[in-house]
């Protein structure tokens, strides 16, 4: 996996106001793998991490999840992407930061993956462990997205 620096991460300009990214084409970085290149069919490497997503919905369900208006969410960016998800973050005019997980089509079946992961969490946390606080969007809400997306 390629880890991008600190600077690329918060670079100024980088971060765009969820409003300003009406079309794929405005910002296809959410949609398209962006963190390296692929030495053997690297076309279809692309393609099996191109997901089609609907940000709109997107904003309206972190925004439910978490209890707050979508006036103040300011930003939905990526924030890492590997070899079986991409990371998008959601920030707040107040700072708090809500983290969405996109699995990529090749993961099958994708809600099996996510569970797993957050049934070990769960585990950790009661053995003691203390972790911040994480959701799981249901299924139900994930149909308006058009793809599988957790919190």
């Given at each position: 996996m390629w880890l991008r620096s600190f600077s690329q991460l918060f670079a100024p300009g980088r971060?765009?106001?969820?409003?300003?990214?009406?079309?794929?084409?405005?910002?296809p970085e959410l949609f398209e793998y962006t963190s390296g290149r692929f030495l053997f069919?690297?076309?279809?490497?692309l393609a099996e991490?191109?997901?089609?997503?609907?940000?709109?919905?997107?904003?309206t369900v972190i925004c439910q999840s978490t209890g707050r208006?979508?006036?103040?969410?300011i930003s939905i960016t990526k924030l890492a992407?590997?070899?079986?998800?991409?990371?998008?973050?959601?920030?707040?005019?107040?700072g708090y930061t809500?983290?969405?997980?996109?699995?990529?089509?090749?993961?099958v079946p994708k809600r099996f993956v996510v569970a797993s992961e957050a049934a070990t969490l769960g585990l950790l946390h009661s053995r003691g462990y203390q972790f911040q606080e994480f959701l799981v969007i249901l299924q139900a809400i994930q149909t308006?997205?058009?793809?599988?997306?957790?919190?």
């Open positions: 971060h765009q106001g969820i409003r300003t990214m009406g079309t794929q084409s405005s910002n069919n690297e076309q279809l490497r991490r191109h997901v089609q997503f609907n940000r709109d919905a997107l904003a208006p979508e006036s103040d969410l992407e590997g070899g079986f998800n991409r990371v998008l973050q959601a920030t707040f005019k107040d809500v983290l969405a997980r996109i699995p990529y089509h090749s993961m308006q997205l058009a793809s599988n997306i957790y919190f």
